[in-house]
C-alpha cells in the first residue's frame, strides 16, 4: 500500500508500506478522500508545527473518509462496502483527563498525523486504513468521499459552537474565514445566529463568506474604522468565534464582544503571547474559552454533512491524487485560490 | 377607552373605560393587535383556569402590539409613533425567587390578563394601554402589528428551547402542534435541530405542521405502533417539547426520549396528575424540565420575527375587530378550522 | 480463588474457580473489601432486580477494593502491592450514548454483578480480580480497605451532586436515609449546603442521620404535618435528592421543592409508575433529574475518602467474612440494625 | 446627618447632610459598619480608579449594613428596628443587557460611591441611608454589623465561585490574598474545594491565609520553583481564582491550571493589558471567565454569615469611628498590619 510520508520541510514522498492486518475490533478501510488541513500545511512547509518538530518520517492527515474492506473479529455495526468518515480522536481513557470524562484534551492523546509525541502518530494519507470500530461512522453510499471526510472540520466546528451554548437570536462574529472560519459560519447559521458579521484580511476570503449567507463582511486592515465602531457602548455581539490566531484579531474580537457574551479561541497563536486588556473581560464579564478538537460532535457533523442540513460543498474548490500530493500542499496554501484541497488515490 | 371585560364564562362585553394617565417611565400605547392564548381561551369558555377562578370582571390578554402615543417624563429608549411589541412580564423584584434572578417564575408576578390574585391583574385587550418603559420593544414599521404580537408566544417557545440546550444536529419530538407547538417547531428548526417530529391527535393540526417543514408527523391515536417504535433502544429523540398537556403523551414523551436526553414539559396538564414511569427517566437520566413563561427570551423573539429569520405568518390563520371579539373566541376554540386568532380594533 | 455465587433467591454459594489471567493493559487484584448494595440484597432476596431476573449463577459484587497482585504489559499507574479502589464502570464505547460523551449511561454497560445483559456480567465478590489499567484508582496504604470499596456508593452520590449544579448556600432536602441517602447527605455538606432537612419512615434512620449533622429530621408518616409546612408558598428547599424510590416521596418531594429548584431522582421505584402532579413542575420550573451510576465523579470519591474531606467511618456499621456471606445479607437487609455492611476474606 | 465626602486625593470631609425623606417602597437606615473596599481605597489615594476620576465630592462606601428607622407605604418585608445588610446593585432594568437577565452587568448600573457615571453615584458612607426595600436584607439582631457589612465582598467570591462551577473535589489555587482572595479561600472551602493553594507577595498575606486552613501558601516572588512545578505535565489546578490584578499572576494562574479547568478572572488588572499564552489556553480548553461584583449571590452572603456557615471574624482587623475616617483609610492602604477595615458612627 502506498503512504505519503514527510521527511521534513517540502520534503513528501510517496511510498509503499506493508498492508496492514485488521484485530478483533478493528476496521480495514480503503483510503476515499482526505481534506488537507492547517496543522498538515505547517509541517510541510516548515516541517513543524508550534512545539513540535519532525524527528522521524510522518505520514500526515486526519481528515479522511473511506470503504470498509475487511472488520475484524466481534465488529458489529460497520461492514464490508459501508462508506465511512473516520474519527481520528483516540483518547488514551487512563490520564486524569479521560478519567473525568474530557478524553478529547486527553494528557496522551493519540491523534493522526502528529509530531506531539514520539515516536509520532502516524496519519492516514495511506491506501489503507486500520481503525477501531468505535472510530467509524457510517454514511450514506451517495455521500461524496470529500464530503464526508469534512466531518473532522465541521466537528471542530460544532465543538466550538457547543462552547459558546445557544446562539438562536444572538449575534455573531467570526474572525478569520479561511476552511474553520467558514465552517464557523454555516455551524452559527445552523444554530440559529441571529446576525453573523466577519472579519479577515483577504478580500478573497470575505468574498467566498459573503457567498454563505452572512450579514457584514469586513476588511479588518482596511476598514478599522468599521471594526471600532463595534467596540462601542460595551461591545456589540453576544459569541465571537476567534479563528484567526491573529494577535491583534484577539484583542479586538474581546472589544467587540458585548457585556455577558464569550469569545470561543479556535485559532491557534502563531507567536508566543497576545496583549489582552484584561480589565475589559472582567467589568463586563465577557468569557474567553479555549475550543479544541471536538468530542461527541464528530456524530452530529456526520449527521449534518450526510443529510445536507449543512451544505459545506462551496468550500471544496481543489481535489488532487495522492501523485500529485506535493502539488496539492502547494494550492492549499495559497489562500487567494484554495479553501479546502483534498487528496484521492 | 373600549374595554373587552370577561364577566363570566362565555360572558363577554365591550365597556367603555377611563383613559388610563402615563406617569414617569412609562408609556402610552394604542392597541394594535393582540393574540388571543389557551389561557385566553379558558377564562372565557369556563370562567377559569386551573385553580384561578373568576372573581370580579377580567380584562384578558396578553399577546400585544401597539402604537406608541405618549411618553411619559424619563422616557428616552421609545417615541411617539414608534411601533412596539409589549412584554407582559412584570416580576416584583423583591420576592425570593426575584432575588435569586429568576423574575420570570416571580412567586407575585403581575402577569396580565389572569386571575391568579385578587384583585386581579387586568389584561391588555384594551384601546389604549399604559406599560414601563422597560416593557416595550420597538419593531420597524413596517412590521405587521398581529406578527409583533406573536413575540409572546414565540418568547414562551425560544424559552422551552432554551431550556434543552443545544439542539444542533439533534432529534427532536414535538408532542401537541397548536400554536405553541408549532412555534416550538419553527424554533427547533431555526435553533438547527437535525430531525423534527410532531405527534398531535388531530389531523388537521398535522396537516398544517407537515407544512412547517417537518421530517414526520404521526397521529399517536390512529397510530400507536409508529410512537412505539420509538421506544426501542432506550429511546429515540435527543429532545422531546412535550406541548399537549396530556398525561398519555407525557408518558410517551419520556419513553421515546433517548437516554441522556431531556422533556421540556410546555403544555399545562388538564388533570391533577400524570402516571410517570420514574425508572425510565433515572435509569437514562432522562431530565425533565419545566418551561413556564420566559426571561430575556422576548427581546430575541422580537428580533426573530422582525428580522423575519422565524416566520410565523403562515399561523396567523384569523383576525376579527374587538367588537366581533365573541366570534373570535369561538373560531379559536376550533382547532379544526384555526391555529392563532387576532383582535384588532 | 473463591466466588460467591448467587444461583437463586437465597441461594449463595461459595465455589471455587479457575485463577484469571492478566493481559496486556490489566491488573490482577486481591480483594480487599466489597459493600453489599441495594442491587446485591434484590439479587439475593428476590432472584431479581427490577426487569432483570437471574438466568445463570451470578457473583454479585461492585463495590470493591483490593491490592494490587501483579500487572499486565503496558501498565504503568499501578503496581504490585498498591492498594486500589476499583471503578466498574466499563462502558462499550461504539454505542451512540457512548458517542456523545455520555458513557456511564452507556446502552450496553458492562457492569459487575448484573443480569441485565445475557450471559450475565459477573460481579467481584471472588478472592481474585482482573480490572483494567484505567478501572485502578490508587489509595493510601493507610486507607482501609472497606472505607476504599465506598468510592462507588460515594460517587453515585457526588454525581447526583454534580446533576444539581452549585450548593453553596442552598437549602437541601433528602428524601430517605439509607447508606445512599446518608451519602448524599455528607456530600451535600461538602458541597456548601447552607441547611439539610432529611425525611424516612424508619427512626432508627433519622437517628443516624441526625449524627451526619444535618439540621432537620422528620419522620414523614408519623409528622406529614411537617412535610405539608415545606409545601407552602411554592416550596422550601433548592433542591431535593430523593432516595427512597417510594412513590409518596416522589410526589412530595416536587412539592416541596422551591421554584427554580430541582428534584434530584437517585431513588429506583418499587413500583411501575408515580402519580406526579405536572403542573406544580411546570408553573415553578422544578426540573427533575434522573441520576444513575457516575462518570468522572469515582475519581473525586477515591480522592475525598482517601484524604478524610468526606468521613464515611460511620456509616459502615458491619463486617463479614466472605464464608458468612449469608449473614451478611441478611444483616444488610435489617434497616433497623444496620447501615453499610461489607464483606473480606 | 453626617457624610464622608471625598474632595480630592486623600482629601476626605466630614459634612453635613440634609437628612433624606423616605418614598413609597423605600427603607430609611440608620448606619451600622461600613468596610472600606479597594475601589475606596483607589478613589481616597489618587482621586481616581482605572478610567475614572473625580468631577464632583463623592461619598465613598458600598460595603454597608445598618439598622431600619422608617419604612415607607408599601414596604412589607422590612420594619422599624430591622438590623440589614444593604445590597448595593440598582440595575436599570432598561439596557438590552438588563433585559436579557444579567442586571449584575447592567450597562447603566447605579453603584454606590461611583465616579464611572456623572453626577457621580453617591456612596453610603453617611449616617442615614435611603433605600429601596429589595435591597434590605435582614439579618439576626446578634448579628455583628460588621460581619453584615461584610455580605457585599462575600456575595463577589460567592458569584466568583459560581462562575466556576462545582468546586467538589477538586483542586484550586487563589492568586493574591488581600480581601477578596481571603473570601475566596472561604468560599472555596465552603462549596467542598478537596485541596486549596495560595500565592502571595507578602509574606503576612500568606501568614494570614494559612490561618484560615488552606494547604499550600507559596510566595510567588521569593520560590518561582514552586509556581513552576504547577506548570508541569499541562497544569495543576481544576480552578483558579486569580484575585491580584497583577500580569505576571495571571499568566501563571494560566500556566498553573489544568487541561479543562477554568481561570476565574476577579482582580482588575493595574496596567492597560497582560501578555496571554493563548495556545495554553486553546490546546488545554482553559477557559478564562470574569467575574463581577454579584447577582443572586448578595443573598446567600447574607444566609452564610447570619448562620455562621461562613465565618469571616478573623479578616475583620480595624474599626474606626466615621470622625477618623482618614486613619482608617490608612490603616486599610497598609497590607502588612490590615486585612479588613470598617467605618462606625
Chains 1, 2, 3, 4 share one sequence.
Not at 195 to 201: G, K, L, M, Q
Not at 284 to 300: I, K, M, P
Amino acid at each position: 500500500m502506498l503512504m505519503a510520508m514527510l521527511y521534513g520541510a517540502k520534503d513528501l514522498r510517496l511510498e509503499r508500506g506493508d498492508d496492514p492486518v485488521v484485530g478483533p475490533g478493528q476496521v480495514k478501510i480503503r483510503f476515499g478522500a482526505g481534506g488537507i488541513c492547517g496543522s498538515d500545511l505547517s509541517y510541510y512547509g516548515k516541517g513543524r508545527i508550534g512545539d513540535f518538530s519532525l524527528m522521524q518520517p510522518l505520514c500526515l492527515g486526519h481528515e479522511v473518509s473511506g470503504e470498509v474492506d475487511e472488520v475484524g473479529a466481534g465488529v458489529t455495526r460497520v461492514k464490508k462496502g459501508d462508506r465511512v468518515a473516520i474519527n481520528p480522536n483516540q483518547p488514551c481513557r487512563v490520564c486524569r483527563t479521560c478519567k473525568v470524562g474530557k478524553g478529547h484534551i486527553c494528557l496522551a492523546m493519540n491523534f493522526y498525523g502528529s509530531a506531539a509525541l514520539f515516536p509520532h502518530i502516524q496519519g492516514i494519507f495511506r491506501e489503507v486504513i486500520v481503525a477501531t470500530e468505535a472510530q467509524c461512522f457510517v454514511v450514506p453510499q451517495s455521500c461524496d468521499f470529500r464530503i464526508a471526510a469534512m466531518a473532522e472540520p465541521l466537528a471542530v466546528a460544532l465543538h466550538a459552537v457547543r462552547r459558546a451554548g445557544s446562539l438562536v437570536g444572538k449575534s455573531v462574529l467570526v474572525t478569520g474565514v479561511g476552511p474553520i472560519g467558514s465552517l464557523l459560519v454555516l455551524a452559527a447559521k445552523r444554530a440559529g445566529a441571529a446576525h453573523i458579521a466577519v472579519t479577515d484580511v483577504a478580500d478573497a476570503a470575505l468574498k467566498r463568506a459573503e457567498a454563505l449567507g452572512i450579514d457584514e463582511a469586513v476588511n479588518a486592515v482596511a476598514s478599522p474604522e468599521k471594526v471600532e465602531a463595534w467596540y462601542a457602548n460595551k461591545g456589540t455581539f453576544d459569541v465571537t468565534f476567534e479563528c484567526s490566531g491573529n494577535a491583534a484579531a484577539i484583542a479586538s474580537a474581546i472589544q467587540a464582544t458585548a457585556s455577558g457574551g464569550c469569545v470561543v479561541q479556535v485559532g491557534m497563536l502563531g507567536v508566543p503571547t497576545a496583549d489582552i486588556a484584561v480589565n475589559r473581560m472582567v467589568s463586563r464579564e465577557v468569557d474567553w474559552l479555549g475550543a479544541f478538537r471536538f468530542d461527541g460532535e464528530y456524530g452530529a457533523a456526520v449527521h449534518e454533512l450526510a443529510s445536507g442540513a449543512i451544505d459545506v460543498s462551496s468550500l471544496l474548490t481543489h481535489s488532487y491524487k495522492m501523485s500529485a500530493a506535493n502539488d496539492a500542499f502547494l494550492m492549499a496554501a495559497d489562500r487567494s485560490q484554495s479553501m479546502k484541497v483534498h487528496l484521492t488515490f
